[in-house]
């Protein structure tokens, strides 16, 4: 009986509205997040089992007029799409929906009859750097239709000897092309977005280490001060509120530049050593495109310039200066050492949604309302600032920079107001439960 009070006890002590709170908001995060990837898991699946193909049909014979009406017989969603000479990204230009096409070239019917491997052409459209933007939208279920249709027309029209089977098990050989506003490169979108990946993989993991060691380190230090009674002495002192929140804010971001330097330099050295061995192994590759990755993302015009990069900076100072101010107001809500730590979870969860959600998908292209959701979280513009700059989505970018320029200023102004003010001493989250710092400072009075 001892131990079950015991038990009670402990378990009242640990299972606090705060926790509580923070298991709702991290299972709202999760569910969330999963919905999303829902959302593209069922895009997917759609798109395998009901291909919408988009051909253009340069070579024009009966083979593949033939070929094309075969599609359509067996269920498939048919859409003829025209280009003029190589110019691929008018056919996106034309129509804002069109993710990717299939060029059938001149020749294509000749190479077939010939026992040759026709060759076709891969267009994709690339609107973003995410993980998920990669997988859908391919033209993968129209190139399967097509080798499939070869095949058996070789096999009809050759019988199957044990050259012919090399080629009925392979009949096509696919040109793949990128397609970036009204650029085109001859290259697939897996290797550009591996190749920018592991480019560009260091800025979202020194935004997130940084607004978390930043925020952690402010937090303690207004937390400690006012639990340990140090901070009505600072306070009291002949310097003026606005000097003293000015200079924890200062102190903390330099110790966040420190950080960032030692980060960047480490990262900047394992992505230049995984930059060097993809471009190696995709060099020396058999099925090696045309262009290398670096020409082609020259070519695509997604290299970022110094001035971009003089960008992300003023939006990364932004960001940092909005977790600060709300870090001194989370420190201030502090009454012991146990809720310090809590504390930090807003901040934490702020930074994660953004972050696990950019890795995956492009966040312009969310539904209206789980857009709108992760848009206000300000730091989900810092994590898509280089997507924005690098697909010359400039609009965006300038929004996001406009929306955080306005937290920071509501955000500060309460952190001044709170820091000039006496409530600095005395506030705290309680959430029904029993304030003990009250409860000491009242112990202390009498």
Same mark, same amino acid.
Request: charged residues 15%.
């Given at each position: ?76 969603? !048919? ?22 096409? !299939? ?20 267009? !994709? ?11 859908? %939208? ?40 990128? !397609? ?126 110094? %001035? ?139």
């Amino acid at each position: 009986m001892k131990f079950i009070n015991l038990l009670k006890k402990e378990l009242s002590e640990l299972i606090t509205a705060q926790m509580i709170i923070s298991l709702v908001f991290v299972l709202g995060v999760f569910l969330m997040t999963g919905n999303i990837m829902q959302s593209f898991s069922d895009e997917l699946t759609d798109e395998v089992n009901n291909p919408k193909i988009n051909i253009c049909d340069m070579d024009d014979t009966e083979f593949t007029s033939d070929m094309i009406d075969s599609f359509k017989e067996n269920g498939s969603e !048919v859409k003829m799409i025209t280009v003029s000479g190589d110019n691929y990204a008018e056919a996106f230009n034309k129509e804002s929906s069109l993710k990717s096409f !299939v060029i059938i070239p001149e020749g294509f019917t000749d190479a077939v009859e010939s026992g040759q491997k026709p060759e076709i052409l891969s267009v !994709v459209k690339m609107k973003s750097a995410s993980t998920l933007s990669g997988m859908t %939208g391919g033209t993968e279920g129209a190139e399967s239709l097509i080798n499939a249709y070869v095949a058996n027309e070789i096999a009809q029209q050759h019988g199957v000897s044990e050259d012919d089977l090399k080629t009925i098990e392979a009949p096509l050989k696919v040109t793949s092309h990128t !397609v970036v506003a009204d650029k085109s490169a001859k290259i697939s979108v897996g290797t550009v977005l591996a190749k920018i990946t592991t480019q560009n993989m260091i800025l979202p993991v020194i935004v997130l280490m940084l607004l978390l060691l930043t925020s952690q380190s402010l937090i303690n230090s207004i937390s400690n001060e006012k639990i340990d009674k140090t901070l009505e002495t600072l306070l009291s002192a002949p310097v003026s509120r606005i000097s003293i929140i000015t200079a924890k804010m200062l102190a903390a971001a330099i110790i966040a530049l420190l950080n960032a330097g030692v980060m960047m330099i480490g990262f900047s050295s394992y992505t230049k050593s995984m930059t060097s061995a993809v471009s190696g192994d995709i060099n020396t590759s058999d099925i090696a495109a045309a262009l290398s990755p670096n020409e082609a993302i020259k070519q695509l015009g997604l290299n970022l310039t110094a %001035g971009d990069y003089l960008l992300i900076g003023v939006q990364l100072f932004l960001t940092i200066m909005i977790c600060l101010a709300i870090s001194i107001i989370l420190g201030a809500l502090v009454n012991d050492s146990k809720s310090a730590q809590t504390m930090l979870l807003p901040i934490m969860m702020m930074v994660m949604i953004p972050w696990m959600i950019s890795m995956f998908t492009d966040i312009n292209s969310l539904p209206t309302v789980p857009k709108f959701i992760i848009s206000a979280i300000p730091f989900t513009h810092t994590f898509t600032a280089m997507t924005n700059l690098m697909f010359g989505n400039m609009t965006q970018f300038w929004i996001g920079v406009a929306y955080q320029f306005a937290v920071f200023i509501i955000v500060m102004f309460f952190a001044l107001k709170l820091f000039t003010s006496d409530k600095i001493l005395t506030i705290s989250l309680n959430l029904g439960q029993k304030s003990r710092f009250k409860k000491s400072r009242k112990t202390n009075e009498d």
